[in-house]
């Protein structure tokens, strides 16, 4: 363990519209960055390979692993996490339409896919199902059964859109 | 610890301990003293009983406990259970604000890792610690002198005697270290010297069943008390690496006499099954923070039973359970590995005693596929006769499984429990090898039983010329599943499905059905405080956690339905060991469980509001009305619409209503509260949950590939509470069973006894793309058992999942595929053998 290693950075980048500045050890990923020295834990582990999606943020609008990422990358760059997502007090419909219909579960994957999923609007604010599917291809959800979250995802893009837009109810015999 | 057994024991050994723990009334002791008596007195109470929409509906009059509420009318006549609720904490989750383990920071904390064992059988000569103890952060290492989870041997003089614990699979925890950042952790972690004698090893079930195989444990062994993870029966005779066969079949006994039974026969089917070993892989990993003080011990845990690790830690560390404190606000998942203190928290708990400091472990996803649990495998061996009307006159499965080094590899659950046949044998034996041990996961046992036994049925309905779903309403009892199989029929389009392998093309449609079977458990150990403060706040405290299924909410309905508010305006304190006990969740449990003590404390405190609210403004408690946020207030009472007590006739008249806050705002004191304990179920013979899963698929026969089209998936849970989280549930355990059908397999290397694919990439878990179209459906069936009626869903929702496409893959080619999962390599080969006998058309 050489002086140098222990070193920190010194980086300066935009996150969550508000302009940051942070020293950290450079080796560090972007996610241990975002959780351990900006203290935003909305960003979440779970396999720090790439494979699961949970630790999606979005750098100058696209979405990323940051687990794959170092923290040295996002200098000067704009980067936005679970936790800017809400504009003036407001949630982003997103948020609104995860949280009302049920897609997030127990909850830890949900951070990854709504980052992604605001990714998907922004490029293609009328995705089709099979568009969505594939968008959040590289997210893995273990609770939900995904389909939750593109109710969840076409509804808020309707919203988006301006259009009056209800979600499919459940099923349930004796009062359907 | 009894979550534990009722998960994980033969379904007939659970219900007979918990009819050991509820006696009814009538069976107690007639030499009761007053105090007893007074606790005891019950009333009698009409209940809804039967399935709506079904001839079946009616009402059941029970003997229930005399302090209890009135009867819960049906869900349609109720302003909020079993309304779609969204989930309270879903904005905490959505905005990053959940605090889940991994987000506790505590001042001072320390990050832990782990160092494990390269070798999948080893003795430990030696470990040097003093590098690691001396690099930069590091401020206590911790050599572990127990490992928990594996089986252990019954006669410890059968191995000679080793300073460290023997290795007995590759991953298996050895000793840790605490510093003051990840890193540092995770560096000194590779400067631990660990000196193996490597020995021999098997991981294979199949190698490990031989004569010569190397011993996993060189005598009998059973898998000791980890709360939750413990497997399969105590006292097995075991030789070499096999434990059993256990003989068992319907209610812990065989029936009947299967020679018999298949003497009587008019047709007879048989094949052999196979399952692999499945990882729970939740999105959260295995994780604690432990914070030893001289006064006590707090762990912040991703667990499904605080209780369950409460008490685990106080055994371990000689605390007094009072002096542990287990708090979960939110976790990511656990799908049954998460119980108890485990090795993770022992770790953990250690080093934070050790360095004086909190302690953080979040094991890594690696060490969560190795260490913390798996489904067991299954080679099942399933023979079923009938008469030529489909009457079934035997069933025999024989089993092997291998729980690594573990037990609990049975799979005769749905064998023994299904159908109705007077003779049922199931013999199942665990095989020991050197992999990591199994622990409870999503209705062990289930899924793997029900993949060799609906196909089998499916195979005697083609057999027989039946209609398979014919079949099972001749030999199936269960009303609810008779009810799900019409309406899930008529929802897939059941009479289009056509003979097995009839399209002509290279990719192949078919139609395939299958069923589930659980069981009604009830943990006692259910509590709940509900609290109603003068500014007509109210709160509602449990230590039960919410796994992700949704108890918050469900829990804030009860208490709203009750005091006629929303459940919005409920606070929800719960996953906290300082308030009163709750049940663990797994086994499917909690709902069930816990509902009914929240009502019956939301019924009491409600009966103190009105008395005070009612003396505060001159009138009788039961002139007051609870509704829409409002308390009314009535010249008599409003509950007598037909007429009073003499028979006359009148219609009470409301003279004034207050909001429920000005109300309680004339409270005599500051907060009034209730306490209430499960008690009992008014029914205690045994119950069951049905569920019948419908799947359209397409089969690519050039390539091998499944596609799961549609599954329909018609559960049944009791009293809904929630239809908006149920439906999840049912999403999830259908998303889950196709992902263990086609894709997931924790693969060894039998030369090296490695996982080859320990992470998320190789290990395969069904993603987006894959997902089908599912409908759920959901009856709702009443049982008079509770004074919620509530049951369980998590588990029932993935158990047929596999099976039914199973079936769908044999009705598309014609072609059955006996194990799993059913990757391309598996379909093609197959196919191949099945044209080698001319039996598939392309």
């Known amino acids: 363990m050489t002086e140098g290693i222990r070193q920190k950075a010194h980086i300066e980048f935009r996150l969550n519209d508000e302009a940051v500045e942070v020293a950290f050890a450079p080796h560090k990923t972007l996610l241990e960055v975002l959780r351990e020295d900006l203290n935003l834990t909305g960003t979440k582990h779970g396999c720090e390979l790439g494979e699961c999606g949970t630790c999606t943020v979005l750098v100058d609008g696209r979405a990323v692993l940051s687990c794959l990422v170092l923290g040295l990358d996002v200098e000067g760059r704009e980067v936005t996490t679970v936790e800017g997502m809400a504009e003036e007090g407001r949630l982003h419909p997103l948020q609104d339409t995860f949280a009302d219909l049920g897609a997030a579960q127990c909850g830890y994957c949900t951070p990854g896919f709504l980052l992604v999923a605001k990714e998907l609007l922004e490029a293609n604010p009328q995705p089709s199902r099979e568009e969505i599917k594939e968008a959040l291809a590289g997210n893995l959800c273990r609770c939900t059964g995904y389909i939750k979250i593109y109710e969840a995802v076409e509804l808020a893009a309707a919203r988006m859109r301006g259009e009056e837009a209800r979600p499919a109810k459940e099923i349930i015999y004796g009062y359907e | 610890m009894a979550l534990q057994q009722s998960q994980q024991q033969k379904p007939s050994a659970a219900e007979a301990k918990t009819a050991n723990t509820s006696i009814p009334n009538a069976a107690r002791n007639p030499s009761n003293d007053e105090p007893n008596k007074k606790r005891n007195a019950t009333r009698r109470e009409v209940l809804p009983a039967g399935i709506v929409g079904t001839e079946g509906m009616n009402t059941v009059e029970r003997e229930i406990p005399a302090d209890e509420p009135p009867a819960l009318k049906v869900n349609s006549s109720l302003a909020v259970i079993g309304r779609s609720t969204p989930r309270l904490d879903g904005r905490l989750k959505v905005t990053g604000k959940a605090r889940y383990t991994a987000d506790v920071r505590l001042p001072g904390m320390l990050f832990a890792q782990v160092v494990t064992s390269r070798y999948p059988h080893a003795r430990i000569r030696s470990i040097d610690t003093s590098l690691a103890e001396r690099a930069p952060g590091v401020r206590a290492v911790y050599v572990l002198d127990r490992v928990l989870g594996n089986a252990e041997l019954r006669d410890k003089s059968k191995e000679l005697p080793a300073k460290f614990p023997i290795v007995r699979f590759a991953g298996q925890p050895i000793a840790a270290v605490a510093a003051t950042t990840q890193a540092e952790a995770d560096d000194a972690a590779r400067l631990f010297k660990v000196e193996y004698e490597p020995l021999p090893f098997v991981v294979d079930e199949d190698e490990a069943r031989k ?112 002096q542990v404190r287990v708090v979960t606000e939110f976790m990511g998942g656990g799908f049954g590995a998460k119980f108890g203190a485990g090795n993770v928290g022992v770790i953990a708990a250690q080093l934070s005693k050790k360095a004086g400091a909190p302690v953080r472990l979040m094991l890594t996803r690696k060490d969560e596929h190795l260490s913390v649990g798996n489904r067991p495998s299954s080679i099942q061996k399933l023979r079923v006769g009938a008469k030529r009307d489909g009457t079934l006159t035997a069933i025999h499965l024989f089993s092997y499984g291998t729980a690594g080094t573990g037990t609990g590899a049975g799979a005769g659950g749905p064998a023994q429990n299904m159908y109705k046949c007077p003779n049922i044998l199931t013999e199942e034996a665990d095989v020991f090898t050197h992999a990591g041990p199994a622990a409870a996961f999503r209705a062990p046992g289930h899924p793997q039983g029900c993949f060799a036994l609906e196909q089998t049925i499916d195979e005697l309905a083609e057999k027989l ?360 390599a598996r379909v093609l080969a197959a196919l191949q053998s099945a044209r080698g006998k001319g039996g598939v058309r392309s």
């Open chain 2, 211 to 322: 004569k010569d195989a190397p011993l996993v444990f060189p005598g009998a062994a059973d898998q000791g008390g980890t709360a939750g993870g413990g497997g399969g029966p105590q006292g097995v005779t075991q030789e070499g690496n096999v434990r059993g066969p256990v003989k068992s079949g319907p209610r812990g006994r065989p029936a009947g006499d299967i020679n018999r039974g298949f003497a009587e026969a008019e047709v007879t089917v048989e094949g052999e099954f196979r399952t692999q070993v499945q990882t729970h892989s939740a999105l959260e990993t295995h994780g604690v923070v432990a914070d030893w003080k001289e006064d006590g011990l707090t762990v912040y845990a991703s667990t499904q039973g605080t209780s369950s690790v409460r008490d685990e830690f106080a055994a371990i560390f000689k605390l007094k359970k009072s």
């Open chain 2, 465 to 824: 010329g039946i209609d398979p779903v014919a079949l099972r309403d001749r030999i199936d009892e269960s009303p609810a599943r008779r009810e799900e199989r019409r309406l899930g029929a008529e929802r897939i389009g059941w009479s289009r499905r056509r003979r097995a392998g009839s399209d002509t093309g290279p990719v192949k449609r078919g139609l395939g059905v299958a069923q589930s079977i659980w069981y009604r458990f009830v943990n006692m150990d259910s509590a709940c405080e509900v609290r109603v403060t003068q500014d007509g706040s109210v709160e509602i405290l449990s230590g039960v956690q919410d796994i992700g299924g949704g108890i918050r909410t469900v829990l804030a309905q009860v208490v709203a339905e009750e005091l006629g508010l929303k459940a919005s305006d409920i606070t929800v304190r719960i996953g906290d060991t300082a308030y009163p006990a709750g049940p663990a969740s797994g086994g499917s449990v909690t709902t069930g469980s816990i509902t009914p003590a929240a009502r019956n404390a939301a019924f009491k405190v409600k009966q103190q509001f009105l008395e005070e609210v009612a003396s505060a403004l001159g009138t009788m408690p039961e002139y007051l009305k609870l509704g829409g946020g409002q308390v009314a207030v009535f010249d008599r009472n409003p509950n007598w619409s037909d007429g009073d007590r003499q028979g006359r006739s009148y219609k009470a008249a409301p003279i004034k209503s207050l909001s429920f806050r000005q109300a309680a705002s004339r409270l005599k004191t500051e907060q009034i509260a209730a306490r209430a304990s499960r008690s009992d179920d008014y029914e205690k013979s045994r119950a069951t949950y049905g569920g019948v899963q419908f799947a359209e698929v397409a089969v690519d026969t050039e390539t091998g590939v499944i596609k799961v089209e549609r599954v329909v998936a018609v559960h049944d849970c009791g009293r809904p509470m929630n239809p908006l989280t149920v439906e999840s549930q049912i999403n999830g355990g259908v998303l889950q069973g196709i992902s263990y059908a086609l894709y997931e397999d924790r693969i060894l290397d039998r030369n090296t006894g490695l996982m080859v694919n320990p992470n998320l990439e190789q290990y395969k878990i069904v993603g987006s793309r894959e997902t089908p179209r599912i409908e759920a459906i959901l009856i709702e069936e009443y049982t008079g058992r509770s004074s919620t009626d509530a049951g369980g869903i998590g588990e029932p929702a993935t158990i047929p999942t596999a099976a039914a496409v199973a079936n769908a893959v044999y009705n598309a080619t014609g072609v059955r595929v006996r194990e799993m999962p059913m990757t391309p």
